[in-house]
Structure formats: C-alpha cells, structure tokens
C-alpha cells in the first residue's frame, strides 16, 4: 500500500475514533435525564458498534496493514481526548 492510503487510513481511524469516543461522552452526559436510560444506553452502543465495524471494514479492503494503521488513529484519538476530558467525573454543584 502506498503512504497516501495509509495516511488517508490513519485519518479515518481518528475520525473514528472521534466520533465513537464522542459518542459516549454525549451519552452519558444525557443519561441522568433520560426518561429510558436502557434504550439510551443500548442505542447508543449499536450506532457506534454498526459505525466501527463498517469503516474498519472498508478501511481493511482485504489489506491487515489498513486496518492496524485505522486502529493506531481510533487509540490516538482515544488518548488525546482523555488528556482533554480528564478521566475523573466532574461533580456539578447544587
């Protein structure tokens, strides 16, 4: 494979990674208010699982070195937004 697909690989896994990451980020934000926290939770899951799967499908093409290279971007995300996030729960005040 050549470097331009490689690197067009590494953006879609971070692109990935974003919004799967994002993704529960947004959900757990709005689950103390959910009126069906189960159907939340799970519709959340199966969006982002459905999502994941599909674009590590494409991003492999029959190729592994594809798909380690879109995994590297989805865990690069991943850290960068935990140093963003922080990884303690914030606690609102009353």
Same mark, same amino acid.
């Given at each position: 494979?050549?470097?331009?697909t490689?690197?067009?690989d590494?953006?879609?896994?971070?692109?990935?990674?974003?919004?799967?990451?994002?993704? $529960?980020?947004w959900?757990l934000?709005? &689950?103390?208010n959910a @009126?069906?926290?189960a159907?939340?939770?799970?519709g959340?899951f199966? *969006?982002?699982?459905?999502?994941?799967?599909?674009v590590f499908?494409?991003?492999?093409?029959?190729?592994?070195?594809?798909? $380690?290279?879109a995994?590297?971007?989805? &865990?690069?995300?991943? @850290?960068?937004?935990?140093?963003?996030?922080?990884?303690?729960?914030? *606690?609102q005040?009353?």
């Amino acid at each position: 494979m050549d470097k331009i697909t490689l690197f067009l690989d590494l953006l879609a896994g971070m692109g990935l990674g974003l919004f799967y990451f994002s993704g $529960i980020w947004w959900t757990l934000r709005r &689950l103390p208010n959910a @009126r069906r926290p189960a159907f939340l939770i799970l519709g959340s899951f199966a *969006l982002r699982m459905t999502a994941c799967a599909l674009v590590f499908y494409l991003v492999m093409d029959g190729h592994w070195d594809g798909l $380690i290279i879109a995994l590297l971007g989805f &865990l690069l995300i991943r @850290r960068v937004l935990i140093r963003r996030w922080g990884t303690r729960p914030r *606690l609102q005040s009353a």
